[in-house]
């Protein structure tokens, strides 16, 4: 008879303990590739600032698990930029990126979509990511569900 109430007990706390908090948002950061890596590891993508092929690494550096809070401002062309802050991993992971792959690409996705490419020209060691453009609306208010503002105390 114990047996059975521990299995119902374990059936009831299963779908809670199932359910992490949903993310309404998504962010990737991924690494220009070796172009010998294989599509195991890397898909092919054209470069819109140097306009050449480059491979992407598939397995992104940063997600958005990484995000601690965002500011968000009118950018060109009727859309949205973005200054995102990082938390402790992923300013770490950021800091690592920019050492080890001067001179190579990130390439940004926000749900889904592609939005910018950086060069990395410096160490970045602030755990921060500039977005200049390309974020929508319905962008910036998935990130405000998300993540706090820059300036807020946490949720």
Not at 29 to 56: C, L, M
Not at 75 to 90: K, P
Not at 110 to 120: D, V, W
């Amino acid at each position: 008879m114990k047996i059975l109430w521990v299995l119902i007990l374990c059936l009831l706390w299963a779908p809670i303990a199932g359910v992490a908090k949903q993310r309404h948002c998504s962010f990737r950061v991924h690494a220009q590739a070796n172009p010998r890596d294989t599509e195991v590891f890397a898909s092919s993508a054209r470069a819109q600032v140097s306009g050449k092929e480059v491979a992407i690494e598939k397995m992104p550096w940063i997600s958005e698990r990484d995000v601690m809070a965002f500011a968000a401002y009118p950018a060109q062309g009727g859309t949205y930029g973005a200054l995102i802050q990082l938390d402790e991993h992923g300013r770490v992971v950021l800091d690592t990126l920019s050492i080890e792959h001067r001179g190579r690409f990130l390439f940004v996705f926000i749900n889904g979509r592609f939005i910018t490419e950086l060069q990395i020209d410096k160490r970045v060691s602030d755990g921060k990511i500039y977005i200049p453009s390309g974020l929508t609306v319905a962008d910036i208010d998935l990130m405000k569900k998300d993540w706090r503002l820059i300036g807020q105390k946490k949720k």
